[in-house]
């Protein structure tokens, strides 16, 4: 059993896309405070701190999850990811966030952070889904700048070259620099 | 917003979880994955003195089938529930719920118990475990007790736990032979709370409807197996008006009778129509 008291200091140490991390924290500190304001991972965006926006949705051992519904004591030794971790800082992007940004799937970014870090999971779970259950699993994040359609064409793209990579998008489009 | 203060406790063990529930009296709460209760607290509609974190207690995660019945530990989350490969065939009702709860990343970490004890009266896995005639098991430092699910929802947000109790367990009872069961929402937005859900059942028992949003808990019927018709529907019509539904924000007294009998109505048929 760990008791803190309301006002102790408890060092959470825990892996952050990797790397082991540490800072001490109150009981209170919400696991998006602790990332951004402690740890300096300020890839994790906060909305609305009820679990209703999604933007600060990270993984969790693996499983998409609400930073701002989650306190950092309890994910004190686990695997944390964010969107930090989804490709080296100066290396290529992976193939979702290149689906994104061909697809046009974001404007502001506000909420791409934690749309990646949930589709990143999905997809490891759902190789294969449907249109409807895309629309579904994005249901728990708002994006108020595309309507959706490109995210939801960007994560269904991105299955369908994982399934069958040889199958490769036009290079018209796949070689677009900016 | 942030949560007030408050001192933290993570059990090891569902006795560690009891015993501090005793010690630290009816302020503490238990915090399972909290995907309720952390934006209760974050929101400061609630202020306990204490968290009781069973999120990682070994043995209140799980999920498994014994004496006929699904039993789901305090710490299993909504989702390895939903995703068990057997759950269509073993609890359909649940199955086709699921998809109804809030969203993934919330599933992911709600609990089932969690849904159960926080007793939203708009909530599905409530409605579940009325519906199916499911149980809960109670327990504090010194005795455990098991009650029937009609038993327990007793009002809004209100439950049959005493404060020193902790809800270990959730049973849903496995489909029997030839038992058939739907579940329709209606809410504003996919992933809302529900202005109106039902489920209904046809066993050997009879037929059973479970009406949720409307009352200030979950709501049960229970009709004999081969009443259809004008008869059914006379019966729907005046379960509607049982459930004194109140006006509020989200929907009218009228709206919402009238979607417990138009969804009503579609559960029903679902499950006594003679070819599915």
Known sequence: MKQIGRDSLHTVRLQLNGTARS???????LLSDFLRDSLGATGTHVGCEHGVCGACTVQIDGVASRACMTLAVQVDGRDIATVEGLCEADGPMS???????????????FCTAGI??????YLRRRPDPSEAEVRDMLSGHLCRCTGYTPIVQAVLETAALRRAPTTAIPDAISTTED | MKPAAFDYVRAETADEA????????????????????????NMRLAQPSALIDISRTAELDHVRVERGMLTVGAAATQSSVEWRATLADEVPLLAQAFPLISHFQIRNRGTVCGSVAHADPSAEIPLVLLALGGEVVLRNASKRRTLAAIDFFQGMLMTARAPDELLEAVRFPIATAGQRSAFIEFSARHGDFAIVSVAAVADARGLR??????????????WPAGLRGADLEGALNDFAWELEAQDDAHASATFRRHLVRRLGAQVLARVTETTP
């Open chain 1, 95 to 109: 193939d979702l966030q290149e689906a994104l940004k061909r697809h046009h799937a974001l404007q502001c970014g």
């Open chain 2, 18 to 41: 009891v015993q501090q529930l005793r010690a630290l009296g009816a302020d503490a709460r238990i915090l399972a994955g909290g995907q309720s209760l952390m934006a209760v607290l």
């Open chain 1, 116 to 121: 990646l870090m949930s589709c990143d999971d």
């Open chain 1, 23 to 29: 800072a001490p924290c109150t009981p209170r500190m």
């Open chain 2, 209 to 222: 409807l479970a009406v949720g949003g409307v009352a200030d808990r979950p709501r049960l019927v229970q």
